[in-house]
T-cell receptor
């Protein structure tokens, strides 16, 4: 069956370090992969999209990689700040309609 | 000020009652979506609509209904047939359903509690 896995345990890191979050998937052939940020009680906010033929995408302190062989995406936040504390969701787009399927998210806590 | 709005933010209903959640967008987006989020779970797609007067079932459509009579509006009705309706409901829109234009803009959500 199709599955998207994100680390369900919270990730705690020290301010200034690089946070790395993982999104693994099985039985998908996604054309695109997205990352969103969600704060408690609010709707997710889009961060980055990466295509299947792109290895890496950057935006300011954010970097996303997409390895279709490993069926994995890594999401990095460099020089992390307490304001980066949130839940981060990955989402896959596949199928004729480009149906979006979300992972369960990983909660990141940046400690001052 | 463009965006997507949902109302109300909190909604309480008695078991057995139908309830309609509002979703409006002024982004001129063609595609709109409804998701449900339960604690510890990801967003699950209920219904989506690529254009006016057309909508498709998502993964968990049973017990829900929608309409798309206007481009800017996509209301969701939670019917009494939905066995476990208490959840956080999120509406989203995107320019279109296609890949590169599928960046989804989410509303603030409606937290529905059925007593």
């Amino acid at each position: 069956s199709q599955k998207i896995e994100q680390n369900s345990e919270a990730l705690n890191i020290q301010e200034g370090k690089t946070a790395t979050l993982t999104c693994n998937y099985t039985n998908y052939s996604p054309a695109y992969l997205q990352w969103y940020r969600q704060d408690p009680g609010r709707g997710p906010v889009f961060l980055l999209l990466i295509r299947e033929n792109e290895k890496e995408k950057r935006k300011e302190r954010l970097k996303v990689t997409f390895d279709t062989t490993l069926k994995q995406s890594l999401f990095h936040i460099t020089a992390s700040q307490p304001a980066d504390s949130a839940t981060y969701l990955c989402a896959l787009l596949s199928g004729g309609y480009q149906k979006v399927t979300f992972g369960t998210g990983t909660k990141l806590q940046v400690i001052p | 000020d463009g965006g997507i709005t949902q109302s109300p933010k909190y909604l309480f209903r008695k078991e057995g009652q139908n309830v309609t959640l509002s979703c409006e967008q002024n982004l001129n987006h063609d595609a709109m979506y409804w998701y449900r989020q339960d604690p510890g779970q990801g967003l699950r797609l209920i219904y989506y609509s690529q254009i006016v007067n057309d909508f498709q079932k998502g993964d968990i459509a049973e017990g829900y209904s929608v309409s798309r009579e206007k481009k800017e509006s996509f209301p969701l009705t939670v019917t009494s047939a939905q066995k476990n309706p208490t959840a956080f409901y999120l509406c989203a829109s995107s320019i279109s359903g296609g890949g590169l234009y599928n960046e989804q803009f989410f509303g603030p959500g409606t937290r529905l509690t059925v007593l």
